[in-house]
DNA sequence: CAGCTACTATGACGGCTGTCATAATCGGAT
DNA sequence: ATCCGATTATGACAGCCGTCATAGTAGCTG
C-alpha cells in the first residue's frame, strides 16, 4: 500500500533481523543482508544513510513491534484469556518454530543486545526500547485479567526474562525442553497473581 | 602450580572470557585476547592449535565451570540455605557487578549461544555443556533443600533461565531493576516448592 | 657440547568488512 | 521534450580478520 513491490527497504530490515538473529551482529554483512533481501545493493546508502548502525537499529525496532503484535495476537485468540494461557502462547511460538524450522534462530533483540550492547550505545537504546514495548502489552493483558497493576509490570518482566533465558538454553542443548519447562513451572504462579487478586486479598503468603 | 608465571595460556582462555562477555564472540579478535592477556601472540597456534573455535570453546567452558563453582561458594556461605536466597545470591553478584564496575559485560556462556549456535556447532555444544555444569548444582542444592528430585531439575533450569534473561534485559536497559524483579517475584515459588516437599504434599498442581 | 622439546617472534597471505565516490537509470511532473 | 528527485549500479578504498610459514629462543637432558 507505501511501496510499489512491498518496499526493497522494507525486505532489508526484515532481511536484518533474521539474518541478526541467526548470526549475530558482527557476522552479518550488509552484503548478506542485500543478497537475503533480494535487494539492489546500491540501496543501502540511500535508504539507510546512518550506515549498518542504521538498520541495525530499525531491525531492532522492527523485532519489538513485531513481538508486541504478537501479544495482540495471542489474545485475540484465546476464548478465555489467563497469564499462563498467554505465556504458553508466547513459549509456544517458540517450540513450534524449532520443533519445525530447526533451531537456528533466537531473539533478535538479545542477539542485539549481547553484540552492541557495549560498543553501540543506540544500539543498546533500541534493544531496550523493543523490550519496553514487548513488555508493555503483556503488562497490559495482566492488569487486564485481573492482576493488580503494580505487580503486572513486574510478571511481563519474569515472563519475559524466564522466555529469553529458555531460548538461549534451547538453542544451546537444541531442545525446547527448556521451553517447556519454565512454562510449566511459571503457569501456576503467574495464574496465582491474578486469582489472588480477583479473591481481593492483599496480605498474602500466609 | 603448574605454570611458571600462572600459565600464559590461561591468562589467555580468561581473557577471551572477558572479551566474548563484553563484544560478542565474533567481534572479539585474536589480537585483541592477546593485548588484553599480555601474553605473547606467537603462543596463540601452539597453546590453541585448533585456532579461535578452540579458544572460544575452552572460554565457555571455564565460564561453566566457575559459575559452577560459584553456586558452591554461595552455599557455604549460607547460614541457613533456601532456594529463594540462592537465587538472591546468583542475581546479587550481576547487581553488584553492574553497580559497581558498570554494565559493559554479560555472560559469555550468552553470548556464545548468540554468536555460534548455528555456524559452530561445537560451540553450541560447549554452550549447552556450560549450561549443564551450571544447572547440576542448583539442582543438587534444591534437592538438598527439600525439593522433590523431579522438580529440582526444572526449577534450576527457571532460575538460570530467568537470570540470563534478566541480565539481558538489565543490561539493555542499563538498571538492575530486571534483576531485583526476578528476585523478588520468584523467590516465594521457590521456597514454596522446598516448604510444600517438607509437608510431605505430594499430587495436586491442578 | 649437542640435541630435543616447549615456547615465542615476525611477517605475510587471501579474504572479508563497512564505507564512499561516482555515474547511470527510472518515473513523473512541467 | 526537459528536467529533477528518487533510486540503483559499480568499483574502489583502507582496515581488520584468522591463519599460516618460517625462524628464533629458552631450558632441560644426555
Partial sequence: ???????????MVFSAAQLIRRDGVTATGMRDVVTHAQAPRGSLQHHFPGGKQQLVNEAVDWAGRYAAKRIARFLSEMPEPSPSLLFAAMVRQWTDEYQT????????????????????????????????????????ALTDMGVPAEQAGSLATLMISALEGAILIARAEQDVRALLTVARELGPLLDAASSDARRGSTGESH
Fill in 1 to 11: 500500500m507505501t511501496g510499489p513491490v512491498r518496499g526493497s527497504r522494507e525486505r
Fill in 101 to 140: 524450522t530447526g533451531f537456528a534462530g533466537g531473539c533478535p533483540v538479545a542477539a542485539a543486545t549481547v553484540d552492541c550492547a557495549h560498543a553501540t550505545d543506540a544500539t543498546r537504546q533500541a534493544a531496550a526500547a523493543a523490550f519496553a514495548a514487548w513488555s508493555r502489552p503483556v503488562a497490559q
